[in-house]
């Protein structure tokens, strides 16, 4: 399998490529993208950084240049359900920009409520980004299916049960549309995978904990695609 493999950092996956003893080759063209082989995958590494510009532009770049089977992206991001416990590894499949737009009337409007992007036009569905991919499903079925929303900045209690309510959001992250937009366009089949490293109803955190757990599910993954 040709597998694009998309990382906001190298060092969040250090322990799979020490497990392997895999020393990635960097690209001479995009200095942020890493070539390796391992088992029978041709993998595609992308340091994306933080942030969903660096993201959407690194991704683009990638998917311009080469089409691959499967483009996979494992981050971390914070549950808005108290039920959610740390560690968990959530599969988002409906992705919707969180604090993008303006406040009206004291009531917050985001651009598909402002009529600055049509809520039907693609890669824009029923106002959100959603994944459609059913590729190697059974790999992923044990994977809870959620919404996520991509945001800027944390905000404080009221903001983020705002965004729970309004987007029925389970979690968010800094850089999922980054992702998940460029592969729509570009018709890639993808899978968002989310490692739950803050809990923002009950205040716990452990981000040792999501990075592990991180790790376990990639290596699982390779074994099993």
């Not at 992308?46 to 691959?68: F, H």
């Not at 981050?75 to 409906?94: D, P």
């Amino acid at each position: 399998m040709k597998l694009l493999l998309v990382v906001a950092s190298l060092n969040d996956v250090n322990p799979l490529l020490e497990h392997y003893s895999i020393k990635p080759l960097a690209n001479d063209k995009m200095s942020y993208l890493h070539y390796f082989k391992i088992l029978h995958h041709e993998v595609d590494l992308l340091e994306t950084g933080a942030g969903i510009y660096q993201t959407t532009y690194k991704v683009t770049k990638a998917l311009s240049s080469q089409k691959y089977h499967l483009a996979l992206k494992l981050g971390f991001g914070n549950a808005y359900k108290e039920e959610t416990a740390l560690g968990s590894v959530l599969n988002i499949v409906n992705e919707k920009p969180g604090d993008y737009g303006m406040m009206v009337n004291n009531e917050w409007k985001d651009h598909y409520d402002l009529g600055l992007i049509n809520r039907e036009e693609a890669p824009h569905t029923r106002g959100g980004l959603i994944n459609l991919t059913n590729a190697y499903m059974n790999v992923f079925m044990p994977f809870k299916k959620v919404v996520g929303v991509t945001v800027n900045h944390y905000a404080n209690a009221s903001a983020v049960a705002a965004r729970k309510d309004k987007y029925k959001a389970d979690c968010e992250t800094g850089d999922g549309v980054g992702f998940v937009y460029p592969c729509l366009f570009e018709k890639q089949l993808f899978y968002q995978l989310c490692i739950i490293e803050r809990n923002l109803v009950t205040g716990e955190e452990n981000f040792n904990l999501a990075k592990q757990n991180l790790n376990q599910t990639l290596t699982d993954l390779i074994q099993k695609l």
